[in-house]
């Protein structure tokens, strides 16, 4: 559906405070940060140390990751193909609300294949995503395995799980690509800040 008929269709949008109101409201601008790789490749847990480190500079911010969404929003989805398709695209809507809100928001999800990703992307809007690719490598996500779900991966129980029995395809151009086993978490922050602080910065006060 076209912008204009939108327009027509819903006319609240024309009603609405506009982004650049709320962005000069929070002092900040809205982005998403995509964190993609495995499971245990430290994804969340350098998106935990991110949102404190933006919180305590006056950033308002949010974490999006598979625990928080899994229990509310996609409390009904599955993990097939189908469901793990819409999974993503709710998510990736959700990102996009609170982007154009001002908001930093910080999504933490495998996210397996290039064309989930690009889906994300593209509706988020290209602009406001910023992909980062988590590239720890399987041996030492397979040793941390916090949730023992790589073990029960490799005994059967679990099917159609990334890096066992389902692939993951490595992004091909990310924005950032960040190996936790040689880089501790507060290596990581001050790597995505560098990246980051520009695209925050307050806009010069257009909507």
């Known amino acids: 559906m076209k912008e204009n008929e939108h327009k027509t269709i819903y006319p609240v949008f024309e009603s609405m405070e506009p982004r650049g109101a709320k962005e000069r409201l929070l002092a900040q601008r809205g982005v998403t940060l995509w964190f993609t790789g495995l499971s245990g490749s430290g994804k969340s847990t350098v998106a935990i140390a991110l949102e ?15 625990d928080n969404v899994r229990c509310g929003i ?15 695209r709710r998510i990736a809507e959700v990102c996009k609300l609170f982007t154009s809100t001002g908001i930093i928001t910080l999504a933490a999800f495998v996210s397996p294949t290039r064309e989930l990703r690009r889906m994300a992307a593209e ?3 290209r602009e406001d995503f910023v992909e980062i690719y988590v590239s720890t490598p399987l041996e030492e996500c397979e040793r941390r395995d916090v949730k023992g779900l790589y073990a029960r ?8 799980f990334t ?23 507060g290596e990581c922050v001050r790597l995505i800040m560098d990246k980051l602080a520009p695209r925050i910065a307050p806009a010069d006060g257009k909507d």
């Open 123 to 125: 509706i988020i809007g």
């Open 74 to 88: 996609n409390s009904d989805l599955g993990f097939s193909e189908h469901d793990r398709r819409e999974n993503i």
């Open 153 to 160: 991966a490799r005994r059967g129980e679990i099917s159609d």
């Open 163 to 185: 890096g066992i029995s389902a692939p993951f395809e490595a992004p091909d151009a990310p924005d950032m690509e960040i190996d936790t086993t040689h880089t501790d978490v």
């Open 52 to 66: 404190r480190y933006l919180s305590s500079h006056g950033h308002l911010c949010r974490i999006l990751d598979g």
